[in-house]
């Protein structure tokens, strides 16, 4: 069970707008320290697609977004296209364990 | 550009000991956090710990303390994950992930050493 709920799987046809929620609580999202989002394909390392809530290094898609509410936050794929066909994760600190944690990962299929 | 290489698969019989490593480049080692990421098969991602080159200071997930060690040779831009005494449990895929100066994220990370432990 993770601190960090996301749905396990979301899908969406080409071209759509889908979400994927990560849930958490007062002491990592509700407390105001930052979320994360990472894109992992199979057989690969996870690499970092959104930082400090809504922030994109270099080279990813204006396509993805981020935003925070309260104890919850959200990743956004708008124009959705095959190649973001992935696990999603995302990642807070938690101030009673003292230590990050990820969601549990959410699947994404692009129909 | 930064790089964090790790070492190869690893295949141990339970009860073995371990240490697996992430050699660092194209930064300075001792200015970032490296941290270490646990993926079981077919799981999600498990944040174990993390330590500060430049002291050593280390941090765990209370998931993690006790049951695994993390450490840097500072002197070759490495670090460590060890077991003393490996479990079937502990068969995985591990990550190494250097943490941004800023608010607890990996920027960059390894690709990962795959553990077996079978007896």
């Known amino acids: 069970q993770s601190v960090l709920t996301q749905p396990p799987s979301v899908s969406g046809a080409p071209g759509q707008r889908v979400t994927i929620s990560c849930t958490g609580s007062s002491s990592n999202i509700g407390a105001n320290y930052a979320v994360h989002w990472y894109q992992q394909f199979p057989g690969t390392a996870p690499k970092l697609l959104i930082s400090?809530?809504?922030n994109r290094p270099s080279g990813v898609p204006d396509r993805f977004s981020g935003s925070k509410s309260g104890t919850s936050a959200s990743l956004a794929i708008t124009g959705l296209q095959a190649e973001d066909e992935a696990d999603y994760y995302c990642q807070s600190y938690d101030s009673s364990l003292s230590a990050s944690v990820f969601g549990g990962g959410t699947k994404l299929t692009v129909l | 550009e930064v790089q964090l290489v790790q070492s190869g698969a690893e295949v141990k019989k339970p009860g073995e000991s371990l240490k697996i490593s992430c050699k660092v480049s194209g930064y300075t080692f001792t200015h970032y956090w490296i941290g270490w990421v646990r993926q079981m098969p077919g799981k999600g991602l498990e944040w174990m710990g993390i330590i500060y080159p430049g002291d050593s200071d280390t941090r765990y997930s209370p998931s993690f303390q006790g049951q695994v060690t993390i450490s840097v040779d500072e002197s070759i831009n490495t670090a460590y994950l060890q077991w003393s005494s490996l479990k079937a449990s502990d068969a995985a895929m591990y990550f190494c992930?250097?943490?941004?100066?800023?608010?607890?994220?990996?920027?960059?990370w390894g690709q990962g050493t795959p553990v077996t432990v079978s007896s």
């Open positions: 400090i809530t809504n």
């Open positions: 992930a250097r943490e941004s100066e800023s608010d607890y994220h990996f920027d960059y």
